[in-house]
């Protein structure tokens, strides 16, 4: 099975511990830990530890680690399904869009949200659907946080845990998933320090190995 549709199938359970083992083992698998995490701009030692905490990773890590997998974030309405598929001939598209659940409305902007691959504009959709629900009471009563943590959890320029995402999400009726984007190229070789680099293009030769006296 493909990277992707390991991943998928982690994501598809809706379980913390299951979605960050994945993710983790994917990480294992990159040649340099260093760049990687350079590049997902997460120090070395919060990579290690960040998908094998009980509580899990942030958002924020979670979408930049992703992105440098060559993922990204969605939402999806649960049992949501492809309505332009199964629309027949005489069915305008207008016509389907307003039959559209609110679900699949929440997801749809959350996404367009995700596509950014910032934190800052999927918290305040975050925000904004909070702001949206009739009784935000009854719908903690769904998870195991309180509905003081959501409303304190999505507000900028605080950082929820993704397991805070995936919480609110699943008493929503909606799930994350992820796809496939170009993801980022990792060097085949250490990256040269700035130092290599000036005195190469001194020499003229920006490639060579520069033997530097202790």
Same mark, same amino acid.
Request: positive net charge; without cysteine; hydrophobic residues 40%.
């Given at each position: 099975m493909s990277n992707l549709g390991l991943l998928q199938n982690a994501f598809a359970t809706n379980n913390l511990r299951t979605i960050c083992r994945a993710i983790d083992d994917e990480i294992s698998r990159q040649s340099s830990i260093a760049e990687f995490s350079q590049l997902a701009k997460v120090n070395r030692t919060t990579l290690f530890r960040a998908f094998r905490r009980r509580q899990g990773t942030g958002l924020e890590t979670m979408i930049r680690v992703l992105e440098v997998l060559g993922f990204r974030l969605?939402? /999806? $309405? &649960?049992?949501?399904?492809?309505? /332009?598929? &199964?629309?027949?001939?005489? +069915?305008? =598209?207008? #016509?389907? @869009? =307003? &039959? /559209?659940?609110?679900?699949?409305?929440? $997801?749809? &902007? @959350? +996404?367009?949200? @995700? #596509?950014?691959?910032? $934190?800052?504009?999927?918290?305040?959709?975050? $925000?904004?659907? @909070?702001? /949206?629900q009739d009784n935000i009471a009854s719908l903690s009563k769904k998870t195991i946080r309180c509905r003081e943590t959501f409303y304190r959890a999505f507000v900028y320029p605080r950082v929820p845990r993704f397991s805070t995402a995936l919480t609110l999400l699943d008493a929503l009726g909606l799930s994350f998933s992820i796809r496939r984007v170009p993801r980022y190229k990792l060097s085949t070789r250490s990256p040269r320090s700035p130092l290599a680099t000036a005195i190469g293009a001194q020499t003229g030769d920006k490639n060579r190995p520069l033997a530097i006296g202790r």
């Open positions: 969605a939402v /999806t $309405a &649960k049992g949501q399904v492809d309505r /332009t598929a &199964k629309a027949d001939a005489s +069915t305008s =598209e207008r #016509n389907i @869009l =307003e &039959k /559209t659940s609110p679900g699949e409305g929440m $997801a749809r &902007k @959350l +996404t367009a949200a @995700l #596509n950014s691959s910032e $934190a800052r504009p999927v918290i305040g959709v975050f $925000a904004e659907i @909070l702001r /949206t």
